[in-house]
């Protein structure tokens, strides 16, 4: 017999080793029926729908372009001044 093979009572011994340190668990039957209820007729999902976009976003964003069109406004008109 080879040194890798096991013989059957080292695995009997084994697996009664394993047995007394992990106990299986015992779910209680409510818990067990409530859980396949559920798992039977779960409840519908409701999906949050996205809102529109802020008024404040909106009225930031516009204020900025408007300060950078103005900027390059000024440029340009000072740029056409100054060359003259």
Do not use: C, H, W
């Amino acid at each position: 017999m080879s040194s890798t093979m096991q013989s059957p009572m080292v695995l009997d011994g084994l697996e009664s080793n394993l047995a007394s340190l992990f106990k299986p668990v015992e779910p209680s039957q409510v818990f067990v029926e409530s859980l396949a209820v559920r798992l039977k007729r779960p409840k519908p999902v409701q999906l949050e729908k996205a809102g529109k976009t802020p008024l404040l976003l909106v009225v930031i964003g516009s204020g900025l372009l408007f300060g950078v069109l103005i900027f390059l406004i000024l440029r340009l008109v000072r740029l056409i001044l100054y060359k003259r």
